[in-house]
């Protein structure tokens, strides 16, 4: 079966690997580089790897898997009646067509906006890199789990790093854990500006509605786009994200979506982790094996220099303490949702015992 894949990001290498030496498998990636970590950007800003390191997989990998790789390569539209994959290149046939293409930084919209840099690809990491290790400090916009990893990791080298974000909560999460991760975070240097809005940027800091906040290097982490274009090209049926059913499918023939891009009941993945599993689970599809990926439960696990966290389940609203480095979710009795800080072995732990519905006297 001819298996074309947009994307060679988490989810598009991983269904590659998954489906190689059954399906004969063509990746078109826009990059010129072979897939490497994105979550390992900011450490590798940080000095705390060197970039080699973030290339899992070298070019001798997809040859010996029979992975046929387009590097440099943009998909541009899906000729749905002929099934092929229109490129800046030439054009793919395909059996099965999986679009995996992932996600953009949201970009800022205020006046000033060109002193403002976002952070997803390697050549973004390279540049606030080079610009770090200039100028020494960093003023972050956004406190979600980008812009808290990146502010973790080069307070972590010994950068001054200052971070605005625009509610008091951070992650979504109740008052007791924002305040857990601001302390840490604030151990290991890092300055909040909570409940400031970003107004206008120059070429020396930020103007928030809290006053002026000072850093030249300036780094945009207010979430991400999905990138659909190719669909909405294609007449392929989008909201958010491309939308997708329970296995995947869009309303194309033959033609699927996950990860970052792909939207199910308004639901859009926005991990690496998910993306893999989503990939995992549509190869036993393909494969005619049936399986079912769980929407509604999300489970991801963050470093913020030296400080792991775990978000497994439904963690919205008041928690309560299990023990110290524990915060548990409830509806009625039954356990939902966990916070697990600085315990990555019991936050797997955990995530098993909810996906079985344990009740709180259980844990």
């Known amino acids: 079966m001819r298996t074309v894949i947009i994307g060679n990001g988490p989810g598009g290498v991983e269904l590659a690997n998954q ?8 990746i078109i990636e826009r990059e010129n580089v072979p897939h490497y970590s994105k979550p390992m950007l900011s450490r590798y800003i940080a ?5 080699e390191k973030l290339f899992p997989y070298s070019l001798d990998w997809y040859e010996n898997k029979g992975i046929v790789l387009n590097l440099g390569i943009k998909a541009k539209v899906i000729d749905r009646a002929r099934k092929r994959l229109i490129t800046s290149d030439d054009e793919i046939p395909y059996d099965v067509l999986i679009i995996a293409t992932g996600a953009r930084p949201r970009e800022p919209t205020f006046e000033g906006k060109e002193f403002v840099q976002t952070l997803r690809t390697l050549q973004d990491a390279e540049r606030i890199k080079e610009q770090i290790e200039k100028y020494g400090d960093a003023l972050i916009l956004g406190g979600g789990f980008i812009g808290l990893e990146l502010a973790g990791n080069l307070a972590k080298a010994g950068h001054r790093v200052r971070l605005v974000h625009r509610g008091s909560n951070l992650l979504g999460l109740d008052e007791e854990l924002t305040r857990v991760i601001i302390e840490k975070l604030e151990c290991d240097g890092v300055e909040f500006y909570l409940n400031a809005n970003a107004l206008k940027a120059d070429e020396n800091g930020v103007f928030t509605d809290r006053g002026y906040v ?3 290097v300036k780094v945009c982490a207010l979430g991400v786009i999905p990138n659909n274009e190719i669909a909405v090209k294609s007449g392929i049926h989008t909201g958010r994200g491309i939308l997708i059913d329970d296995h995947f499918r869009t309303s194309a023939e033959n033609v699927y979506a996950i990860g970052d891009c792909a939207e199910y009941n308004g639901i859009i993945g926005g991990t690496a982790k998910a993306a893999m599993e989503h990939a995992r689970v549509l190869a036993n599809n393909l494969r005619g094996k049936e399986d079912r ?6 489970s991801t696990v963050f470093k913020f220099g030296d400080f792991p966290i775990a978000l497994i389940g439904k ?3 008041k928690g309560e303490w299990l023990d110290e480095k524990t915060r548990v979710f409830l509806e009625g009795e039954k356990v939902v949702g966990v916070v697990v800080i600085g315990d ?20």
């Open 293 to 298: 990926y769980d929407f509604e439960f999300c």
């Open 315 to 317: 963690t919205k609203g």
């Open 214 to 216: 000072e850093g030249e």
């Open 47 to 51: 000095g705390f790897v060197e970039k």
């Open 19 to 26: 489906l190689s030496g059954e399906h004969e498998v063509t």
């Open 344 to 363: 990555v072995r019991k936050a797997m732990m955990l995530e098993r015992k909810i996906k079985a519905e344990v009740r709180i006297n259980e844990l």
